[in-house]
């Protein structure tokens, strides 16, 4: 699992970016939306305001979704609030860990937008919260 929020808000900026995409579109995009998403910092884009997201619906170097924009604002503004109760987004989520996928779902989807069955199937699956998610030989697995 990614080891600070900034990290893991990341991985799930880039789920919601791919949705309906290739990974290749989204890895070739993957330094573009680490500069236009503030490094990824959580604090920051849940500050962005109209002007940030009227900026971000221009840079060429993003996927320009306004759903997926607007979503990812808002589901960092969620964040925030679950530091505040939780301490971490990862605290957060490893106090769910033994959930089903469908309950992930719900989970996701009460708090979060943009998140369907595949974005939080692949966000789990890429931080190692899935079971099977990993082959053995990978490190995350040994964990």
Not at 30 to 50: M, R, T, W
Request: proline share 1%; with cysteine.
């Amino acid at each position: 699992m990614s080891k600070d929020d900034n990290e893991l808000f990341g991985r799930l900026i880039m789920e919601i970016n791919q949705a309906g995409l290739s990974w290749n579109t989204i890895l070739q995009k993957y330094d573009g939306l680490k500069e236009a998403y503030s490094n990824f910092n959580i604090e920051q884009i849940a500050s962005y305001n109209e002007e940030n997201i009227s900026n971000l619906m221009t840079n060429k170097n993003i996927i320009r979704h306004e759903l997926k924009i607007r979503s990812i604002v808002y589901n960092a503004q969620q964040i925030l609030g679950i530091q505040k109760e939780f301490g971490t987004f990862k605290n957060w989520i490893l106090l769910q860990n033994q959930i089903s996928i469908e309950n992930w779902v719900k989970l996701f989807k009460k708090n979060f937008k943009f998140v369907g069955k595949e974005i939080v199937k692949e966000f789990l699956s890429s931080n190692g919260i899935l079971k099977g998610a990993h082959d053995k030989e990978c490190p995350e697995y040994l964990k």
